[in-house]
């Protein structure tokens, strides 16, 4: 309790709590506070990492050159094909914008550069100092919409305006204006989006290949690998399937409400929820097919017995391991702290940047008594409390990783960045792998981790 003592400021007691000391009440999705350097991302960063990943769309960030800079490549988002999201785009406003306006700029760079790359549309980001002189970014957009031929959407995502959810909700309004302007008379009556999965190391090729041999058409990727046109027509699709607890849920609900398309939330993250995120589809469909329950037991079979025997060697080594978490979405959490007990390793901390009083509730309810939960959480709260439970390995994204490393502690990139595929039961068994080589690396021996710990 001392380090928890020394390092949480008075405002920032309401955002943690202990699993088993009394009724959850923590206070979440309010804006950061202000010195506390916190983990979370602005509004502006949150739209980006939800619409970054479109790959054939022009993505133009209307403001100063950093902005574009902190966000370029933010995603490890693979493409199949057209890769115009990998190339940042900025208008790289200057003192004399900022004092005449910059709707000028704004209006040259889109007009050379759709000429220039023929995208299939252009979503154009406001920034802080563009909400504040005042430049109007709808007007502008209608202008080059019309003059080009193709949407140009403006993305409300000024930083200052709340916090990351904020962008996450600007993504989607953003991406709701392409919605029901394709054609969807070839789209089959057994068919879903995917939504909030960004194909980081290529994972949603591995969730389509699942629903192929389901026989389940995707009509779009939201936005992981995705196409203008299939966003355009993903309004045919019969279900949407919701994984980012926060990311492209409000496009979820969008949908539902204009055109009726009912959506369930799941994870790709770990053995159980992998698997009843696939029945779950199934059960949707088994009326239309009613085969499609065999198929999809099959499938979880076959995975299944390829990946317990790989997890019982790990498991030999990791057993009584403890594990931190800390990561964007609350909805890894969940499938995180199920992957570790099939490792034998327990979670003693786990928080997130976008967490909900729901999430947070269901957290309490899945952990052990002690663990600590934690709200939008900052560097110095986030290391005292690997001192205080002695961690063994720390997931987290690459703003947690300098916290892993300086504290001799073992680390596992589970955020934008990574390489290695970790959804699906083979993503669980890569997880296992790398989670064994960060907990039982040699190099442990020859740094001093408790004792740097608890100095």
């Known amino acids: 309790m001392k380090c928890e003592a020394n390092a949480l400021l008075d405002e920032r007691r309401e955002q943690v709590h202990r699993t088993g000391q009394g009724p959850i009440d923590i206070a979440c999705n309010r804006d950061s506070l202000a010195g506390a350097v916190s983990q979370r991302a602005c509004v502006f960063c949150g739209s980006r990492v939800v619409l970054y990943p479109i790959a054939d769309a022009l993505h133009l960030v209307h403001g100063p050159v950093g902005c574009a800079v902190y966000t370029w490549d933010i995603r490890g988002a693979l493409s199949s094909g057209p890769e115009l999201h990998r190339l940042s785009f900025t208008t790289d406003l200057q003192e004399t914008d900022v004092i005449f306006g910059g709707e000028k700029k704004l209006e040259a760079a889109l007009d050379e550069l759709i000429d220039r790359h023929g995208p ?223 490792l034998g390793m327990q979670v003693v901390m786990v928080g997130s940047q976008t967490g909900t009083e729901e999430d947070y509730r269901e957290l309490e309810a899945i952990t052990d008594p002690g663990t600590i939960i934690v709200d939008d959480s900052n560097p110095l709260e986030l290391s005292a409390f690997i001192k205080e439970k002695d961690v063994d390995v720390f997931v987290g994204g690459v703003k947690e990783r300098p916290i892993a490393f300086k504290l001799g502690v073992g680390f596992c990139d589970h955020n934008h960045e990574r390489k290695e595929a970790l959804e699906g039961f083979v993503g669980m068994y890569n997880f296992a792998r790398e989670i064994h080589a960060s907990v039982m690396s040699p190099v442990w021996k020859y740094v001093p981790r408790r004792e740097a710990r608890n100095a």
Not at 165 to 173: F, L, M, Q, S, V
Not at 182 to 199: Q, R
Not at 229 to 249: F, K, M, P, W, Y
């Open 120 to 342: 299939q549309a252009a979503f154009v980001y406001s920034t802080c100092i563009v909400g504040l002189i005042g430049d109007d970014l709808e007007a502008v957009c209608r202008r080059m919409e019309e003059k080009k031929g193709i949407p140009v959407i403006p993305v409300q995502s000024e930083g200052f305006k709340g916090n990351k959810r904020e962008g996450y909700n600007a993504a989607c309004k953003a991406m709701f204006r392409l919605v029901g302007s394709g054609d969807t008379s070839n789209v089959s009556k057994v068919a879903v989006n995917i939504l909030g999965d960004f194909n980081l190391a290529g994972e949603i090729w591995i969730i389509r290949e699942y629903l192929e041999r389901m026989g389940v058409e995707v009509v779009a990727n939201i936005t992981g690998d995705g196409r203008v046109e299939d966003i355009r027509r993903c309004h045919g699709a019969a279900l949407n399937v919701v994984q980012c607890s926060g990311a492209t849920l409000d496009l979820a609900k969008m949908m539902e409400e204009e055109y009726g398309i009912p959506y369930i939330r799941v994870s790709y993250l770990g053995i159980e929820d992998m698997a009843d995120s696939l029945y779950a589809i199934a059960d949707h469909f088994s009326e239309i097919d009613p085969d499609i329950t065999r198929r999809t037991s099959e499938l979880v079979k076959d995975e299944l017995d390829v990946l317990l025997p790989g997890l019982k060697d790990f498991r030999k080594d990791l057993e009584g391991k403890k594990a931190a978490i800390y990561v964007g979405g609350a909805f890894k959490a969940f499938s995180l702290i199920k992957a570790f007990r099939h």
